[in-house]
Each structure stands twice: as C-alpha cells, then as structure tokens.
C-alpha cells in the first residue's frame, strides 16, 4: 500500500516493528497498513519517523495534553525533525476521514483532507519541500554537525516562536523528543490567553 512512499523516502538503519494491532485495524485498514510496513522506522536521516505501534498511547498523551480537543478522536502515526506530529482524524462512526499535521512549535493543528495511505503516497512526496523542509533539515545537521537524528531526538527551538524566537537554524538545538514536548507543552500553558503585547522577560529550561 505504500510502494510509492518507500521507493522515494530511504529509511534510515534502524529496525521497527512489524506487528497489528486489532482495534487499530478495525478502525482504519491503511494506519494498519502503516504499521505492518513501516511502524518504527525513520527515513532520510531522521527527517521523518513513523511511530512506533508500541509507542502510540505515549504520543496519544502528547496529543491530548496539548490539545484535548483532539482527545478519542486522533490517532498519532508519526513526527518529523521538528517533532511535529501526524495524526489521522476519525470522524463520528470511528473511521477515519483525514490527517492532521499538528504543530507544537506554532500552536497549530492543520487539516490534511486526505487518508494515511494517500498523505504518504502523494501529498508527503509532492510537497516534500513544504511539508518537511529537508534543505534546512540539512542544514540544521551541518550546523550541529550530526549525520543523522536517532529516533529520540528532533530539532528544538531555544526560544519558541510564540515568544518571539527565530525559525532558524541557529535558534535550534538537538533535544530528547519527550523533553521537547514537555517544555513547549509548559510554555504553551503559561502563554495561551495571555493578550498580544504582554511582556514575557524570560525563558528558562530546566535540563
């Protein structure tokens, strides 16, 4: 189901999952599918990994911590360099109907009108450049001077966007992607609401 994907994309030298699970398959035959042929894997030196089936309830508290909304009726599938998630929508009868690329780094969720299967076959290759930025991924590699990304570790802004960092390489750091993920999420609670121009003297991160 995903020739297309895996012709295009080289996965990285790690060694995934390959296993079903019932209920995600009731629900949705192509997330099945994806987890039958790539769960686990990274392609293209870290620059997109599927996630593991094993994994999928961690990332599901990411999800639902960040944005309840979103809580039982998203399905987490993957994350890329930056750790922004890609989840597939379900709609009211539990099926699946789209994907959301769901973006941390700008406190957004954007809507994919498209299935798993035909987000990775032509929506992910056609607007590769869009989607994942692979020439500043690349940069961002030169500058750390990192080969390659493992699987627990992503691009993460020093200062976020929401308080006024650049989106640049030189404003990103290697970091754990849990820890990301609860740094930005303890940011985002003390900065929603709050109205536009309220100072904010400074960012502090805990290692």
Known sequence: MFEKFLKTLKSDPQTGSRRIGGSIL???ADYANLLQEVSGLSFEKGLYR???????????????????AYQDRSIPFAYDWLNRMYCMELDSTGISSQCLLVSHITDEVLRIPFGVAQFHNEVLLENIDDILEPKRFSEFLL??????????ECASLDVPLFLGGDYSVQNMKVLDVDVDWEITLQMLSRTRGLKAGTAISS???KN
């Not at 500058?143 to 493992?150: A, E, K, V």
């Open 143 to 152: 500058q750390t001077q990192r080969s390659m990304l493992r699987l627990d």
């Open 26 to 28: 009731g629900r949705a």
């Open 203 to 205: 960012v502090v991160q």
């Open 50 to 68: 599927i996630i593991e089936e094993n994994n999928v309830e961690e990332w599901k508290k990411k999800l639902y911590s960040a944005y309840p």
